[in-house]
């Protein structure tokens, strides 16, 4: 059973106008969100992140939005550009007997069009 | 530079083989993680160690072994159990205690079976 839930594979948003992509998840539990950018063949980079307690993160054109009660978040990329043309996954972080793990969602890829 | 240093970048196996994917990281960090990324399928955690001589299954441990008998060092053995081994393999590391939950992955081993 999916805990965290990216129901888009997919996004095209023209060069200069705002992207969003959403995530959903199951497990109240979660006390921190995260998200991640992945160009083919590479590893993820870590983009912005979102405490359990906090509605919301900015930073630069990247902001994470959470409402906890509906279990969703989303990312705001406002302009969009080019180079943010990646694989964007969701994860969130399960805190228990001293330790960390985070459970990503299947990823969205972003295609900004020039 | 710090960072997380995987080898090979790519791997063919035959069937029936085992093979060891390496991972080094110089960043000083407490825990590793190693996911696995099949189309479509994001990623998932194989094992995890917190500490040294200490380590964890994941979701999907079946048919992979691991160690930890150095901070900086965690290989993944993928064994002939294992029923679908091509793949992408990333390896990640992070602060025991980390407040954000961040990971910092590797550029990733691509393992072929023929």
């Known amino acids: 059973d999916q805990q965290v839930k990216q129901n888009s594979p997919s996004l095209s948003v023209q060069e200069g106008r705002i992207s969003i992509l959403n995530c959903d998840y199951t497990?109240?539990?979660?006390?921190?969100f995260l998200w991640y950018k992945k160009y083919p063949a590479e590893g993820p980079t870590f983009l912005i992140s979102?405490?359990?307690?906090?509605d919301k993160n900015e930073d630069g054109r990247f902001t994470v939005f959470l409402n906890k009660s509906a279990k969703h978040l989303s990312l705001h990329i406002v302009p969009s550009q080019p180079g943010d043309s990646a694989v964007y996954f969701c994860?969130?972080?399960?805190?228990?007997?001293?330790?960390?793990?985070?459970?990503f969602g299947k990823g969205t890829k972003l295609s900004v069009i020039p | 530079d710090g960072g997380i240093t995987q080898s090979p970048k790519y791997l063919f196996r035959k069937e029936g083989q085992n093979v060891t994917l390496s991972c080094e990281q110089n960043?000083?960090?407490?825990?590793m993680y190693w996911y696995r990324q099949d189309p479509g399928q994001g990623l998932r955690l194989i094992y995890y160690?917190?500490?040294?001589?200490?380590?964890q299954k994941g979701d999907i441990a079946e048919g992979y072994s691991v160690s930890r008998e150095k901070k900086e060092s965690f290989p993944l053995t993928v064994t002939s159990a294992q029923k679908n081994p091509t793949a992408f393999y990333l390896c990640?590391?992070?602060?025991?205690?980390?407040?954000?939950?961040?990971?910092?992955f590797g550029e990733g081993s691509r393992l072929t079976v023929l």
């Open positions: 979102i405490s359990s307690i906090k």
């Open positions: 160690s917190q500490i040294v001589n200490d380590f």
């Open positions: 990640a590391s992070s602060l025991r205690t980390a407040n954000t939950g961040e990971l910092f």
């Open positions: 960043l000083n960090h407490d825990a």
């Open positions: 497990n109240s539990m979660f006390d921190y």
């Open positions: 994860a969130a972080r399960f805190s228990g007997a001293g330790s960390y793990q985070l459970t």
